[in-house]
C-alpha cells in the first residue's frame, strides 16, 4: 500500500510540470474532483450609491434644506418653508414666515424625530416651527445671536418639547435652551422656555463658530459632547446627578477656568467645518465619525466605555489627489457604514473608510447650478443633495457588497470572511488569498486549513506542501479535505484515508526511536487513534479495513493495529494476536468485556489449555449466555491430559451447569458422570442420589451410567442404577457381594409387588445360609420381612442343623397362625350378626305403608291422584306412573333408558295389564316362560328404574341445575314462536 502512495505523490509532482490538458485529465482519473465557483457576474449590478432626481420644480430657488425622520423641511425663497413627508410625498405644505424686511434664512435646523424645526435668520433672529402647527413663532430670547449649530437631546425630546438642547452660535458661545409647547399654547405663549449661557469656545485667535454640537449618552448615565470650530473639535464629559436631568448641562461645563476641556487641533481651515456620524440602526447611538477639515478627514470610531474620550482608531485621510482645496473646497460631508461621501461644487466624491481610495465619482451637470449641500436623513440612511433649483436623493443599496475585497487587500480575512459569508464565491477567493499569506508568512498549518475549505484544485495545494516539506501541514489540509467530503466521494474519502494513515505511521516512526520527542510521540498517536476513531471515517475505515491492517503490518505497529482492530469491533483479530503472543490473559479479558459466544467457543479450547481456572470463572460468569454443549469439546481435549487438577476443572464448570444453571442435556450430564467416575467416586454416588429415583426425572443416560460405573468397578453406585431402572434383582444380586444391609434395602422396593418381594428376601436368606452360613442372620431376615415364614427357609439349611437352631422362630410362626386363626373367627361371627339384623331391617320395612287421601292430587300434572297408578315417596310428594315416567325419562343415562324401553315392551308382551302396582306377587304361571323373568319381576326392575327416588327431592334435581330451559338444539324454533 506504501507503494501506492508513493506512486500517487510522483503523479501529482508530474502534474505540477505538465500542461494544463494533462493535469485536468489526471483530476478527472485520480484526484479530488474540482466543484469551484465560476467567479463570473451573471447580472449586472447597480451601484452603491444609486442617484435620483426627484420631480420638484421649487417656485424659487433653494436656500436650505434639511431631513430627519421622513420628514422633509426645505427653505424657498425668503418666505416660503416648504414641508413634505415623504411617506405622503402627494400632500406637500407651505408655511409664509411673513416677514416685512429683508430678512433670509441662514440656516435650518430639525431635531431627530422632525418635529421641532429651528429656522435660523440672517438678522440673527430665530423663529420655530412645530409639525402639527401652520405658523411660525419667534423665539424671542434667541434673538441677537446668529446660531451656527444646534445639538437635539435624543433621550428626552418628543414632539412637543425638545427638552433641554444646546445652541451654538457663530461668536463661539454654547447656550442652553429649551423649546415647549401645548395644545392650548400654540397660538399663546412664546415656545422657548429658557436661554442661558453656558461655555465659550475658542481657537489660538479667539472666539470661534460653533460648527457643530452633538449629545450622546454613554455607559454609567455618563453624558458626552462633540463640539467643533473651524480647526477645533471638543468634547466635554460629565455625569447628570441622579433626578437632574431637567437641570441641563450646566455641570458638564461648569470647570475650573484653569482646566481647558480635552480638543484636537489641525492647523490648516476652510474657515468651516463639519462633522458627521454614522449609527447602525435608527435611534441607536453612533459609532463612528468623520470630521471634515482643512487638512483631510479625521476619522474615527466611538467607545462610550472609555473614560474621558470617546474617539478611538483615529486616522486622518487626506482629500483625494485630484482636489486642489485652495479652488475646490469640500462643502458637506456625509458618514455610511463604509464609506464618507464629501460635496463638491460640481460633483460627488465616495471614500472608502478602509483604505482611502474614490470608488465613486458623480459629476453634476451645470445646467443644474452650483451644489450647495449634502445631508443624510438618520433614521432611513437616504442621502439628500440640492442646488438653488435642483433635489436629488442617493440610495444606499448593499454598500458592503464589495468590502470583502478591501479587507481582504489589507489582510484582515476576518472581517473579509465575515461580509462575504453569504456569497460562496467571494468567501473562496478570500480564503484562497488567506490561505496564500499565511503560506508566504510560513504559517502552513493556518494555510494548510483555510487551503482546506476553497475549491483550488487538490494536487496544487498537496504539491505546494510536499515541495515545502511541511508533512504536518499536509496532513492537516487532508484532514480538512477529508471532512468536506461528501457522503457519495467514497473514492476520495478511500484515497484521504489511507494517505492520511501512511503519513501518521511515517511520523509516528520518525518520533518513536527519538527519547527527546516522546511527547510529541504521545500527542501524535492520540491524533492517529482519534483520526481512527471518528465517527466520520468508521464507514470509509470499516470498508478498507483489510487495506489499513496491511499499512499497520508493514509499519510493524502492533499496537496501534490491536487498537484498529477494536475500534473495528474485529475482536476476533485482537485475540488471536493475544493468543500469538502467548498473551493468553489480555485475550480472555478482551473475551470477558466483549461476551461474544461465537468467539468463546472458538478460542476457548486454547485457553484453557495455558489459564484453566480463569477460562472457567469466565464461563462461570457469563452463566446461561453459553451453551454448555459447545464447550465439551474444550473441555475434552483439556481433561484428556489426566492431571487431577485439570480434570477437577472440568468438573467445577460442569457442577456449576447442572447445580446452578439447572442444565438438562444428557450430554453434560453424561460428561459429568464420566469424570466423576475416573477421578471423584464419592461425588459420583452424591450426583446419583441427588438425581432421585425417578427415572422420567434423571438427566443423565442410565444405561451409560451403569456401564461407566461397573467398568470403574463402583459397585455401590451401581445397585442404586439398578434400583432406579427397577432391576431389582439385578441390584439385590450386586447387593450382596457388597453388603447384605444393601441388598435388604433393594428388597424392600417393589412395594407392590408381595410375590417380587418375597423371591428377593428369599435371595437374601439363601446367601445368608449358604454363602455365610450363619443361621442367626437367617433368623433375623425372617424377622425382617413379614412376607417370609420358617418353612420358606428350611429347605435352605443344610441336614445337620438340628431343631434346636428354629426352636424360637417355629414357635413364632405357630403362635401367629393361632392368632390368625381366632382373628378370623371373631370376624365371621361379627358377619353373622350384621346379616340377622339386615334381615330383620328388611322385615321391618315391608309394613311400612303411607295413607292417600281421596282429593290428593299429582305433583306434577295437579289432577286427582287416585284416577291412575301412583307412586308415594317417604318425602310425601306423589305422582301418577306416567306422570313420574314422564320426568324421570329424559334425565336417565342412556342405558337406563334402553333397559326401560325393553321392559316395558316385555311387560305389554305377556298380555296382562296391570291394575295396581303394588299388590301381591302374582302367582299365576301363564306369564311365565321358560327362562323369562315374571311380570312382578319386571314390575319391580321398572320401579326400581323410575321410583328410585323422588324425582323433586333427588339427585335428578340436583344434576338438573345447570341444564338450560330451552333445549339448544331447539333454541331457534324456540326464538322463532316467540317473535
Not at 113 to 125: F, Q
Not at 439 to 450: E, G, I, T, V
Request: aromatic fraction near 10%.
Amino acid at each position: 500500500m506504501a507503494s501506492i502512495l508513493d506512486d500517487y505523490q510522483d503523479a501529482l509532482s508530474s502534474m505540477a510540470s505538465s500542461q494544463q490538458q494533462q493535469q485536468q485529465q489526471i483530476r478527472g482519473s485520480l484526484a479530488i474532483p474540482h466543484t469551484g465557483y465560476v467567479n463570473a457576474r451573471l447580472e449586472k449590478e447597480t451601484h452603491i450609491f444609486n442617484k435620483q432626481r426627484i420631480d420638484f420644480t421649487p417656485p424659487e430657488k433653494i436656500n436650505s434644506l434639511v431631513v430627519s425622520s421622513n420628514q422633509l423641511c426645505m427653505s424657498l425663497g425668503k418666505d416660503i418653508i416648504f414641508r413634505l413627508d415623504l411617506a405622503k410625498a402627494d400632500e406637500p405644505n407651505q408655511v409664509e414666515l411673513g416677514r416685512k424686511d429683508e430678512a433670509k434664512v441662514y440656516k435650518l435646523f430639525l431635531d431627530h424625530t422632525g418635529s421641532h424645526l429651528v429656522i435660523a435668520l440672517n438678522t440673527s433672529e430665530c423663529l420655530y416651527l412645530n409639525r402639527n402647527a401652520q405658523k411660525v413663532r419667534s423665539l424671542s430670547r434667541w434673538k441677537g445671536h446668529l446660531i451656527d449649530s444646534v445639538g437635539w437631546n435624543k433621550l428626552l425630546g418628543s414632539e412637543t418639547n425638545t427638552g433641554p438642547i444646546l445652541v451654538g452660535t457663530s461668536q463661539g458661545h454654547i447656550y442652553e435652551a429649551e423649546i415647549s409647547i401645548s395644545e392650548s399654547g400654540l397660538f399663546g405663549t412664546t415656545p422657548d422656555q429658557y436661554f442661558r449661557f453656558i461655555y465659550n469656545l475658542e481657537e489660538e485667535a479667539g472666539p470661534a463658530p460653533v460648527c457643530c454640537l452633538e449629545i450622546e449618552r454613554g455607559l454609567d448615565g455618563k453624558c458626552f459632547i462633540i463640539a467643533t470650530t473651524r480647526k477645533r473639535l471638543f468634547q466635554f464629559v460629565g455625569k447628570f446627578a441622579e433626578g437632574a436631568d431637567q437641570q441641563g448641562f450646566g455641570a458638564i461645563f461648569s470647570m475650573p477656568l484653569n482646566h481647558l476641556p480635552g480638543f484636537r487641533e489641525f492647523p490648516a481651515s476652510f474657515g468651516y467645518s463639519e462633522i458627521a456620524f454614522y449609527a447602525p440602526k435608527p435611534r441607536s447611538p453612533p459609532n463612528a465619525f468623520a470630521w471634515m477639515m482643512g487638512n483631510g478627514v479625521l476619522y474615527g470610531s466611538l467607545d462610550y466605555g472609555r473614560p474621558d474620550s470617546i474617539l478611538s482608531n483615529e486616522q486622518v485621510w487626506e482629500y483625494p489627489a485630484d482636489v486642489d482645496v485652495s479652488t475646490n473646497k469640500p462643502i458637506s460631508i456625509v458618514l455610511t457604514q463604509f464609506h464618507f461621501l464629501l460635496l463638491f461644487p460640481d460633483q460627488v466624491k465616495a471614500v472608502c473608510t478602509l483604505n482611502g481610495q474614490v470608488v465613486f465619482q458623480d459629476v453634476f451637470l451645470d445646467k443644474f447650478g452650483s451644489l450647495t449641500r449634502m445631508i443624510k436623513d438618520p433614521s432611513y440612511g437616504q442621502i439628500w443633495i440640492h442646488t438653488e433649483k435642483v433635489v436629488f436623493r442617493y440610495n444606499v443599496q448593499r454598500e458592503s457588497r464589495d468590502v470583502w475585497k478591501m479587507y481582504m487587500n489589507i489582510n484582515r480575512f476576518d472581517l473579509a470572511k465575515e461580509y462575504c459569508k453569504d456569497r460562496p464565491e467571494c468567501l473562496d477567493i478570500v480564503l484562497a488569498k488567506e490561505a496564500e499569506h499565511c503560506f508566504q508568512n510560513k504559517r502552513y498549518l493556518d494555510s494548510a486549513k483555510c487551503y482546506a475549505l476553497t475549491q483550488n484544485y487538490f494536487e496544487e495545494i498537496a504539491l505546494k506542501f510536499i515541495e515545502a516539506k511541511q508533512e504536518e501541514a499536509l496532513m492537516e489540509f487532508l484532514l480538512k479535505k477529508l471532512a468536506s467530503l461528501k457522503f457519495s466521494e467514497k473514492t476520495q474519502a478511500t484515497l484521504l484515508t489511507v494517505w492520511l494513515t501512511e503519513l501518521y505511521l511515517n511520523r509516528l516512526g520518525m518520533l518513536e526511536g527519538d527519547p527527546s520527542k516522546q511527547s510529541l510521540y504521545m500527542k501524535t498517536r492520540d491524533n492517529f487513534r482519534s483520526f481512527l476513531g471518528s465517527p466520520q471515517n468508521n464507514a470509509c475505515l470499516s470498508n478498507n479495513r483489510a487495506t489499513i491492517h496491511e499499512l499497520l503490518a508493514s509499519h510493524g505497529d502492533t499496537e496501534n493495529m490491536v487498537h484498529f482492530a477494536v475500534l473495528m469491533e474485529d475482536y476476533e483479530r485482537v485475540i488471536a494476536h493475544h493468543c500469538q503472543h502467548d498473551n493468553y490473559s489480555a485475550a480472555l479479558k478482551v473475551l470477558s468485556k466483549i461476551k461474544d459466544k461465537a468467539l468463546f467457543y472458538k478460542f476457548s479450547p486454547i485457553l484453557i489449555q495455558h489459564i484453566p481456572k480463569m477460562v472457567v470463572d469466565a464461563w462461570i460468569e457469563m452463566g446461561k449466555q453459553l451453551d454448555a454443549r459447545k464447550l465439551i469439546p474444550a473441555l475434552v481435549n483439556y481433561s484428556q491430559c489426566g492431571s487431577t487438577v485439570q480434570i477437577s476443572e472440568a468438573i467445577r464448570y460442569l457442577e456449576f451447569c447442572v447445580y446452578e444453571l439447572k442444565e438438562t442435556h444428557q450430554a453434560i450430564h453424561n460428561y459429568l458422570l464420566s469424570l466423576y467416575a475416573v477421578c471423584d467416586p464419592k461425588s459420583l454416588l452424591v450426583y446419583l442420589e441427588n438425581a432421585g429415583s425417578n427415572s422420567d426425572k434423571i438427566h443423565c443416560d442410565l444405561k451409560y451410567a451403569l456401564r461407566l460405573c461397573a467398568e470403574h468397578g463402583h459397585h455401590q453406585a451401581c445397585v442404586h442404577v439398578y434400583k432406579v431402572m427397577e432391576m431389582y434383582e439385578e441390584a439385590v444380586d450386586l447387593a450382596l457381594q457388597v453388603d447384605v444391609d444393601m441388598a435388604k434395602s433393594c428388597a424392600d422396593l417393589p412395594e407392590e409387588d408381595e410375590e417380587l418381594r418375597k423371591k428377593l428376601w428369599l435371595k437374601i436368606a439363601r446367601h445368608v445360609v449358604q454363602e455365610e452360613k450363619d443361621v442367626k442372620k437367617a433368623m433375623a431376615c425372617l424377622s425382617s420381612c413379614n412376607l417370609l415364614k420358617i418353612e420358606d427357609v428350611l429347605p435352605f439349611f443344610p441336614d445337620f442343623v438340628t431343631i434346636d437352631h428354629f426352636k424360637e422362630a417355629i414357635c413364632n410362626s405357630l403362635e401367629a397362625y393361632n392368632k390368625h386363626i381366632e382373628e378370623l373367627k371373631t370376624e365371621m361371627e361379627e358377619a353373622t350378626q350384621s346379616a340377622k339384623r339386615i334381615r330383620e331391617d328388611i322385615q321391618e320395612m315391608r309394613n311400612k305403608y303411607g295413607s292417600v287421601e281421596s282429593q290428593e292430587k299429582c305433583a306434577a300434572c295437579d289432577f286427582p291422584l287416585l284416577n291412575r297408578p301412583f307412586y308415594l315417596f317417604l318425602c310425601g310428594h306423589m305422582f301418577h306412573y306416567d306422570c313420574l315416567l314422564q320426568e324421570v325419562y329424559p334425565n336417565l343415562p342412556a342405558y337406563k333408558q334402553v333397559k326401560l324401553e325393553d321392559l316395558q315392551k316385555k311387560l305389554s308382551a305377556t298380555g296382562q295389564p296391570s291394575k295396581s302396582h303394588h299388590r301381591p306377587k302374582d302367582t299365576d304361571a301363564s306369564g311365565q316362560g321358560k327362562g323369562q323373568p315374571s311380570r312382578e319381576q319386571m314390575k319391580a326392575e321398572i320401579d326400581d328404574i323410575v321410583a328410585a327416588e323422588c324425582v323433586y327431592c333427588g339427585e335428578l334435581m340436583i344434576r338438573s341445575i345447570d341444564k338450560p330451559f330451552i333445549d339448544p338444539q331447539r333454541y331457534e324454533s324456540e326464538m322463532q314462536s316467540w317473535l
